[in-house]
């Protein structure tokens, strides 16, 4: 059983090409990081799991969907870190979106076969948690002073990593890279 890497290696002509940010839509605003809360978009009855967490921290977390464009980026980027709770075990988009604003991004740990640690370390660019407990305990963390610092320098590498190599520029790039050595190739 390979992992997604693995597979795309035996493959001819095939990139690895995963989410990535919209930097037009997604960095910090003006007023950016003032409240002290998380920052969701799986709106009302999209997740148990998001449901329970603005039950039990209703003055820290913050769940909204249908949110689009700008107002989508702002929502994100007026927080001090972005929630993931992926559906079905996989590296979503809101990881690079929150990462792209400058935040902590904190997700559901992901298997091994996403191969999201390919893309980002484990408490240099991105924390996990396991479990509802272990979330709700590392939001408590990260958004006390305590963990303010450990915050910051980890919403930082991974918004260096992400505007780095994450962002519609380098994805754009990637494909007339690729079109390129193809085009070469085919010509021979």
Known sequence: YATTIDYLQMC???????????????????????????????????????EHLSYVMPNKFININGLHGENYGKFLSN???????????????????????????????????????????????????DNISDCIS??????????????LRIAKNGYLKTIKNHTQKNRVDLILENYVKWKENSQL
């Open 12 to 50: 001819d002509n095939v990139v690895w090409f995963n989410h990535f940010a919209d930097t037009k839509i997604h960095h910090e605003y003006d007023g950016s990081d003032k409240l002290p809360v998380v920052r969701s978009t799986r709106g009302a009855g999209g997740s148990q799991f998001m």
């Open 79 to 129: 927080s001090k870190i972005v929630l993931q709770n992926s559906r079905w075990k996989e590296i979503t988009r809101r990881i690079f979106e929150g990462m792209a604003c400058g935040k902590l991004v904190i997700t559901d740990r992901l298997p091994e076969k996403t191969n999201i640690d390919k893309l980002f370390v484990e408490n240099e660019d991105i924390v996990y948690y």
């Open 138 to 151: 590392k939001i408590n963390y990260y958004l006390c002073a305590e963990g303010e610092q450990d915050r």
